[in-house]
């Protein structure tokens, strides 16, 4: 079955930084193109950004919203992908949710981790 | 940037069919995606590349896409199918989420 465990969430200052992790289990995670997505309260969801396997170049794409201040990336040793967040803005509020993607479509999702920006 | 455009909200009688609409240039011309998300829940992948369900996802949803609309249709909808719908396509190596829409089953 597989798995997904998002944790690092938490309450953070403007201009602050957060890094989030998700650990996987139940597939073979190098193999998987994994991706990062937030909902901020009471909206929809908004894709952040993905990285490719390794074997497919491992490179990441972002959102325009977050590019330059985020960064995906992967330990395939640990099944864990992470998410490094700098340069935080208030409207960077949302769950963090990591999926799979598989055929395109996110197949996968953890649970999801709120980060809260605040001061 | 490319915009998928869905109602905010659809009703739909209990047992009958609800068709849920999301629109965007071209899309006909992209693989559609469809996801359920019910309150304080994660999203569920329900529909992929058009039409094609994945494993344990019922039978009464399915999907179509043609010129610039997809469509997900529920048949038979059940009050558990009361959630947000939400649409997704690629563009240009982005994922791409429509907006939403709450499915109400009277």
């Known amino acids: 079955e597989v798995q997904l465990v998002e944790s690092g969430g938490g309450l953070v200052k403007p201009g602050g930084s957060l890094r989030l992790s998700c650990a996987a289990s139940?597939?073979?995670?190098?193999?998987?193109?994994m991706t990062w997505v937030r909902q901020a309260p009471g909206k929809g969801l908004e894709w952040v950004g993905h990285?490719?396997?390794?074997?497919?170049?491992?490179?990441?794409e972002y959102a325009t919203s977050v590019k330059g201040r985020y960064t995906i990336s992967r330990d395939d040793s640990k099944d864990t992908l992470y998410l490094q967040m700098n340069s935080l803005k208030i409207d960077d509020t949302a769950v963090y949710y990591c999926s799979t993607l598989r055929n395109g479509g996110l197949d996968s999702w953890g649970q999801g981790t709120l980060v809260t920006v605040s001061s | 940037s490319y915009d998928l455009t869905q109602p905010p909200s659809v009703s739909v009688s209990s047992g009958q069919t609800a068709s849920i609409t999301c629109s965007g240039d071209k899309l006909g011309g992209k693989n559609a995606y469809w996801y359920q998300q019910k309150p304080g829940q994660s999203p569920v992948l329900v529909i992929y590349q058009d039409k094609k369900r994945p494993s344990g996802i019922p039978e009464r949803f399915s999907g179509s896409n043609s010129g610039n609309t997809a469509t997900l249709t529920i048949s038979g909808t059940l009050a558990m199918d009361e959630a947000d719908y939400y649409c997704q396509a690629w563009d240009s190596n982005s994922v791409v989420f429509g907006g939403g829409t709450k499915l109400t089953v009277l």
């Open positions: 990285i490719k396997s390794k074997a497919d170049g491992g490179t990441t």
């Open positions: 139940g597939f073979s995670f190098s193999n998987a193109w």
